[in-house]
Every structure is written in C-alpha cells, then in structure tokens.
Nanobody, 125 residues
Framework: QVQLVESGGGSVQAGGSLRLSCAVSGYTYKRYCMAWFRQAPGKERERVAIIGSDGTTSYADSVKGRFTISKDNVKDTLYLQMNSLTPEDTAMYYC???????????????????WGQGTQVTVSS
C-alpha cells in the first residue's frame, strides 16, 4: 500500500518561508517520479515542481527561483522549500508519485497515480 503524507503547511506573512515534507511509504519511491502540486480555491490544479528518479528537477515559471524540490532517500521523504512567499502562493499543496522511471523532463509528461491528502499554505500580505 503506497502512502504519501504531507506536513509543514501553515500561515506565513508575505516574504516568509515554509518547508513542506512528504513522507513516503509502500514502495521504493526513490526510483520514481515525484512532484508537488497545488490548488487554490476556484483555480485549476497546478504542478509546481518535479524531481526525477535521477534527481533532476523542473519548476513552474511561477515558482522558479523561489521554490526548491528535493528528496532524502534515507528518510524516504520529499521536500519543498518555499522562499519569498506571496499571497498568490496560497493553496492546498499535494505531493504525488508516478511509478515510472526517468528524469524530470520525462516525469513532466506522466500521470501521477498516488497522492497525499494535502497540506494548506496560507500567505498573508
């Protein structure tokens, strides 16, 4: 049984930082594509960042230079470091996994079939 459990969300003022974590269990996630998505009320879900099985990464233009995705293969945990947060970053954030191998460019075209329950991030101005 694959499980993804996010944590680390909360409320922060604009310009602040948060680090989201996603604990992974049930499969050797380190070999697969992993990503962070977000969805704000009334908006479509947006893919924020991807990390491939080879450690390569890619980011949405809206977060490039501010967010960093990483993974700790020993702790089986995926992270999203978010800096210089703005109110536009307010959303529910989800980690997701696609059970395929590849670099970030390949992972970008894949269907993510495992999802966490989400963690809320609220940024006030």
């Amino acid at each position: 049984q694959v499980q993804l459990v996010e944590s680390g969300g909360g409320s922060v003022q604009a310009g602040g930082s948060l680090r989201l974590s996603c604990a992974v269990s049930g499969y050797t996630y380190k070999r697969y594509c992993m990503a962070w998505f977000r969805q704000a009320p009334g908006k479509e879900r947006e893919r924020v960042a991807i990390i491939g099985s080879d450690g390569t990464t890619s980011y949405a233009d809206s977060v490039k230079g501010r967010f960093t995705i990483s993974k700790d293969n020993v702790k089986d945990t995926l992270y999203l470091q978010m800096n210089s947060l703005t109110p536009e970053d307010t959303a529910m954030y989800y980690c997701a996994a696609a059970t395929v191998f590849g670099g970030a460019w390949y992972c970008a075209g894949q269907r993510y079939n495992y999802w966490g329950q989400g963690t809320q991030v609220t940024v006030s101005s």
